[in-house]
């Protein structure tokens, strides 16, 4: 009915439309075509026609109650009347609609009241709300990211220590009238049990202590923080069974299904907004100029940064259609340059990555050959230690070291590759998040390649190097704890040494060099980049630390004043910012990037590499992934037949095609929805050339 314009009456549009500024247009147009004597002549039958359309919905259905005079697009006095014609009306309307009518309006006060009061019981709350006024909403989306990862983080350990920690504790100290059994591995080579963890025994130094904090051994290496601390086959809860190994099992899949599922529904939150501000050039024009402005600042600073990124949204629209123009105008010689110039430029990159991942693998290797060597020797010197906490912590000052030279030569790099500006941005931020993801797969790679290696007869019964690693899963969770209290220490040192030293020589120094430099930026994609890789982290590590996610947490929360503290007073918003809604949203991709990266090392530690024999739930299992067949023996032979006939081929291929089918369809709504909002579209160009196209249908 909206797109027929041989009717003289539509059907009211639905309710976004009628806040179109062209709707609103339309209405005064209409207004003011009828003349000021006859508006005032009938204001009463207007307002009473617009009641009657109010009523007319609930005289039809029966059940809907009339719309709030508050949400109709009127003047005040308009909804005064409106409003005394709605409680006028109230008599005529029978005792069980009115008493709907009224527990209808109590319900929604006493929702939007409990609403309010979540919200303002809401985490940082104030501070977020701060933030956004004095540096606008492109910031503020990265502090409430940060907020989102922390509470998501929590919800992790609790499940975590829920179903795995507290169980393990309170059976291992009879609370409750509870008990463990530890059953002895079957067929296994008696070699391949012996597990002795390097905890310190008897009188220690204090800097001892402090290199099993940062390293996660010693002390830590006992404690319920690692894998190898999980070594009970069940628990007794008074008198129910309760089977540890696949609890454990079982949360580490509920975690990873609750972040991809909380992750998909912001994202898809996020994706409408960004369809939203999907636009052609004129629009984008038209918006920056008469709807660019972000009414929630305050500081006046912020205020002109504002403005000078309005104005470098504007040069940048210009410069990318100079660089359309200029890419329409190419000869095929200057084609061939340039894109032989890009081949040697990506031949360069990929270079950079070799580079930086073989340091990886080297440095990996290195490290974990002398410290299984140091460790066995009981050095306690000072020198002693700083070396060994040095070749503890070298894969990851290499990582770090990765992750700040590689971003920088890929900047520097993008400048001759032509692009437009904001291509160059979504391609460097592309190669920097390959380059923080993957270099943690490198490590992954290198520790499964040195507990893979077995050169004797003996090793490859075991299915691994017991001599070097007689647990592995907790030694991939210290690497894992030393790469998340590393890359705290990294974000703390950053804002002590670098950006509050910078800004007391910005301040107290008139020298031109360093008011050149001035204060540094704060860059949203940087810091986003930064805690996506800790999260990334936190999401393969708790796998073999379950209680990771409490430190993750605790990490988050102290990185949100840190990064409040630099951001109001030793650094400056960037001036180059990006929206909020596709903020949000690239933010989501990246932290879904990292969460997909997450999935294939454990996938691998779970079904294909060996399990530890010597320590951790699953010792009596060949993998990981044997205990969801054993279990399934346990249950009644139905039962069985049924689970196994859903993972059978007969089942999977007709899911599959269903599968397929509802995604197709789903597509072809999509492409119906995006024909109908261009439609709209065109119709909208069309009002603004010609104002009475539209105006009989609204």
């Not at 500024?21 to 006859?38: C, D, M």
């Not at 049990?193 to 001892?208: A, C, D, I, R």
């Not at 037949?641 to 269903?658: D, T, W």
Request: proline share 5%; hydrophobic share 45%; net charge positive.
């Amino acid at each position: 009915e909206v797109f027929l314009p041989e009717e003289p009456r539509a059907a009211a549009p639905v309710d976004f439309l009628q806040e179109l500024p062209s709707y609103q247009s339309a209405l005064r147009r209409r207004a003011a075509a009828g003349g000021t004597q006859e508006r005032r002549a009938a204001p009463r039958g207007s307002a009473g026609l617009r009641a009657a359309e109010a009523r007319g919905p609930e005289q039809e259905g029966g059940e809907l109650a009339a719309r709030p005079a508050r949400e109709y697009p009127l003047t005040i006095a308009e909804k005064r009347r409106l409003r005394d014609c709605q409680q006028a009306d109230i008599k005529y309307i029978s005792g069980w609609k009115q008493w709907k009518r009224t527990s209808s309006k109590s319900l929604k006060k006493v929702l939007n009241e409990v609403r309010e009061l979540f919200s303002r019981l809401e985490l940082w709350r104030s501070d977020i709300r701060s933030i956004e006024g004095k540096f606008g909403t492109g910031i503020q989306s990265y502090f409430s990211f940060l907020r989102f990862l922390v509470l998501l983080n929590l919800i992790i350990f609790i499940l975590m220590f829920s179903f795995v920690t507290f169980p393990s504790i309170i059976s291992e100290y009879g609370i409750f009238n509870s008990s463990f059994a530890k059953i002895s591995p079957k067929n296994i080579e008696p070699h391949c049990t012996v597990y002795k963890p390097s905890g310190n025994m008897g009188l220690v130094y204090f800097y001892t202590y402090l290199k099993d904090l940062l390293s996660g051994t010693g002390f830590l290496e006992v404690t319920s923080l690692f894998y190898g601390y999980y070594t009970i086959d069940a628990v007794w809860l008074s008198s129910p069974r309760y089977n540890l190994p696949l609890a454990y099992l079982l949360t580490t899949f509920a975690y990873l299904a609750l972040s991809l599922l909380w992750i998909i529904k912001r994202s898809v939150e996020g994706f409408k907004q960004n369809l939203v501000h999907d636009e052609d050039q004129f629009q984008s024009y038209c918006n920056k100029v008469f709807a660019g402005w972000d009414f929630c600042i305050t500081d006046p600073r912020a205020a002109w940064l504002k403005h000078r990124s309005l104005q470098y949204e504007l040069q940048t629209d210009l410069e990318e259609e100079r660089l359309k123009r200029k890419i329409a105008d190419r000869t095929m010689k200057e084609k061939l340059r340039i894109y032989s110039l890009r081949i040697f430029i990506n031949i360069i990159v990929i270079a950079v990555l070799s580079g930086c991942f073989y340091c990886i693998y080297r440095a990996t290797v290195f490290s974990q050959e002398n410290s299984n060597v140091s460790i066995g020797h009981d050095d306690v010197s000072n020198t002693n230690f700083q070396a060994n906490l040095l070749v503890q912590y070298l894969p990851s000052i290499v990582i770090t070291l990765a992750n700040f030279i590689a971003p920088q030569i890929f900047s520097f790099l993008i400048r001759f590759e032509d692009y437009s500006p904001a291509f160059e941005i979504r391609l460097t931020l592309m190669r920097c998040v390959f380059v923080r993801l993957a270099n943690i797969g490198v490590l992954l790679f290198s520790l499964w390649s040195q507990i893979s290696y077995c050169a004797t007869d003996e090793c490859k019964a075991c299915g691994y190097n017991y001599e070097l690693y007689p647990c592995w899963e907790s030694e991939v969770g210290q690497e894992m704890y030393k790469l998340m209290i590393f890359d705290f220490i990294i974000i703390l040192a950053g804002t002590l040494f670098v950006d509050f030293p910078r800004k007391l020589l910005v301040t107290h120094c008139s020298c031109k060099p360093v008011q050149w430099c001035g204060l540094q930026e704060f860059g949203i994609s940087d810091n986003v980049l930064e805690i996506v890789y800790g999260q990334t982290i936190c999401w393969i590590g708790t796998f073999f630390s379950p209680l990771l996610p409490a430190i993750a947490t605790i990490k988050y929360f102290f990185i949100f004043y840190i990064k409040k503290i630099s951001l109001i007073h030793t650094r400056k918003p960037a001036a180059r910012p990006i929206r909020a809604s596709s903020s949000n949203c690239f933010f989501l991709v990246v932290l879904l990037i990292g969460l997909v990266l997450a999935f294939i090392p454990l996938g691998i530690s779970i079904a294909h590499i060996p399990s530890s024999k010597a320590c951790g739930p699953f010792r009596s299992f060949n993998t990981s992934w044997a205990v969801v067949p054993d279990t399934i023996l346990g249950f009644p032979t139905g039962l069985q037949q049924v689970l196994h006939g859903i993972a059978s081929e007969a089942f999977a291929v007709p899911f599959f095609m269903v599968v397929c089918l509802i995604m197709f369809y789903f597509i072809a709504l999509a492409g119906a929805h995006k024909r109908v909002v261009e439609q709209l579209r065109q119709q909208l160009v069309m009002v603004r050339f010609d104002p009475l196209f539209c105006t009989p249908k609204v």
